[in-house]
């Protein structure tokens, strides 16, 4: 089963219309997480949604790296929307999603299922999105994470 969702997922990308590959953006994310979490590497995916300016769903994976010897894992789905502020070349955006953390210790494991509430910032370049994030997690991993890094559109436009 573990296996067989990502194959989907790529699947989806490449029978997905042009259309909505066109607002699609995938890259890598450094993180720190508190309460000992520590630093993190993930990836994210940003698919704007086609019908809903402004709108976007957000999914991000973390894999944190802790002090304690204990294993921490994260996957987090969120819809944003961009919040009507005029600077340019930026866009604010806030909103929420869920978390699944998922920690392991020797022979303990434990998956926690949460809320996210977000905000954060992208700064909107021709061929690259740098950005910017703030996640509060309510249950799951209980943490607060910080988040940044640079996007690269997929699309085909």
């Known amino acids: 089963m573990r296996r067989l969702l990502p194959a989907a997922f790529a699947l989806a990308l490449v029978l997905a219309p042009s259309s909505l590959l066109a607002q699609v953006e995938l890259g890598g994310q450094p993180s720190y997480g508190t309460d000992d979490a520590g630093l993190a590497l993930g990836a994210r995916l940003n ?14 994976f973390d894999y944190f790296f802790p002090k304690d010897g204990f294993d921490l894992w994260e996957i987090n789905i969120n819809l944003a929307h961009t919040i009507p502020v005029t600077v340019e070349d930026v866009d604010f955006y806030a909103g929420a999603g869920l978390n699944w953390a998922h920690f392991s210790w ?3 494991s434990d998956d926690r299922f949460g809320l996210n509430l977000l905000a954060g910032f992208k700064y909107l370049l021709p061929s690259v999105t740098p950005y910017g994030e703030v996640r509060a997690e309510l249950g799951g991993g209980k943490l607060w994470v910080f988040t940044g890094g640079v996007m690269f559109n997929i699309g085909a436009g």
């Open 47 to 60: 698919w704007v949604w086609p019908w809903e300016p402004g709108t976007s769903t957000i999914a991000s």
């Open 106 to 108: 020797q022979d303990f």
